[in-house]
């Protein structure tokens, strides 16, 4: 629906509108159908009046010696009435009518049986034969007003429109009120979401419990903008945390690229500086694909499965000169050929190299890596020979930026403590964890994540 300038109605215009129609039309019908059967009743009495008056008129004839006389008959129906009396063609009885009504008369005399109507008139006439010893001796016409009909007519018609009028007032103001109060939750809630700005991502409409269909609705917005804001702060802190551990690296790759530029230096001097800025630059390297890959993760674009024990030797790999460097030693406790796990090799490639590289940190000599699958997850186990993690810790040092206790006085190794944070949110990501665990003397991180 639209106006003549092509504007849309509102929907509680629209639904006024639609009401208002319908009640309308349900009422005319209404209407309609009720002075129909009050019409068609009306006809019914005045003939069976009519009728009946006939009658009565036939039984008061006197008939002697063959000659017929009338009497008169007391009008009771309340309406008034006439008869007329013919024998032959000859009217021994008549009312004081009109020549028109006087002529009808006549004229429905030779047709009995049948009621005629004189509309110029308003009189309905009706004629009955009077027979006696079988033989017809005389016709009487007998004549009800129909005026009294008709003004019940007029009447019944005028009040069932007035009050048919009224009903549809009645009607829409109160579909206007309940409308209105209906619709209240709908106007707050675009109020206030024209009032809420990009920052207002914490905002929510908060109808409480939703028992019809618009606490359905908000219910519903809230969802979406709960997950929008989810979404919207896994953008920022991915933005935090790329900025956050780039900024390291990128301060280490100007600082060296600067020092070698500062003055003419020995080919030797030069290599050095440039394997630095490599190993900076590959350091960016495996953070950017660590955010990107979680990101990726979260966003539930990155699904597959990958063997577990070729991930474990992997991870092992690349964090075999760390560990060389370390003096630590990395052992398998098992083998788990066969064993699939969840998600791509990348992906779980992300999950377990920050936590063998924590442990590599932290141990004393030994590192042991293991998997196994245990139901419907496959876990890898790291365990050092390090110091542990204290039991007040567990979940803190799973923060962004937060070391443990552990990880002070010169056991401090650079970087932004986002390694086990970043290994958490993936393994999360993917339906998966990473713990601390307490139980074992040394440190224990147990990853788990779906198998395939």
Known sequence: MTLLGGRP??????????????????????????????????SRDADSLVRARAAVEVSSLNVVDGRVATTEVPD?????????????????????????????????????????????????????PAVVNGKEVAVVVAGVSLTPYQATRRIALLGSLVLACALLVVV?????????????????????AEAWSARDVDRRFAAGEPHDELGQLAATLDGLLDRLSA????????????SHE?????????????????????????????????????????????????????????????????????????C??????????????????????????????????????NA??????????GVERRGSEVVFTIDDDGPGVQQDERERIFEPGVRGSAGGGDRAFPGAGLGLALSRRLARAASGDVVASTDRRGGCFLVRLPSG
Not at 99 to 124: K, W, Y
Not at 323 to 335: K, P
């Open 9 to 42: 109605f509102s929907l509680r215009t629209r639904l006024l509108l639609t009401v208002v129609i319908a009640v309308a039309a349900a009422l005319a019908l209404t209407t309609l159908g009720f002075n129909l059967l009050l019409w068609r009743g009306l």
């Open 76 to 128: 009771k129906s309340g309406l008034a009435s006439e008869a007329w009396t013919f024998v032959g063609d000859r009217e021994i009885d008549a009312p004081t009518v009109s020549h028109a009504l006087d002529r009808a008369a006549r004229s429905a005399a030779t047709t009995r049986g049948v009621i005629i109507n004189v509309p110029v008139e308003s009189v309905r006439l009706f004629a009955m």
């Open 172 to 192: 829409a103001f109160v579909t206007h009120w309940v409308l209105a109060a209906a619709l209240q939750p709908v106007a707050a809630m675009t109020a206030d």
């Open 231 to 242: 979404s919207l702060r896994r953008e920022r802190r991915f933005s935090a945390e790329l």
């Open 246 to 318: 780039l900024r390291t690296p990128l301060a280490k790759i100007c600082a060296e690229a600067e020092l070698a530029l500062r003055r003419e230096r020995e080919p030797g001097a030069y290599k050095q500086a440039l394997q630095t800025v490599l190993g900076n630059a590959q350091t960016m390297t495996r953070t950017i694909d660590t955010l990107v890959a979680a990101q990726r993760q979260q966003t539930g674009l990155a699904r597959g499965s990958a063997d577990s024990q070729a991930v474990l030797d992997e991870a092992a790999a690349a």
């Open 320 to 357: 075999g000169e760390l560990a060389g460097a370390q003096g630590v030693e990395l052992d398998f406790a098992t083998s788990a050929e066969g064993v699939l796990v969840g998600v791509e090799a990348e992906v779980a490639l992300r999950i377990l190299q920050p936590v063998v590289e």
């Open 360 to 369: 590599c940190h932290y141990a004393r000599g030994r590192v042991v890596l």
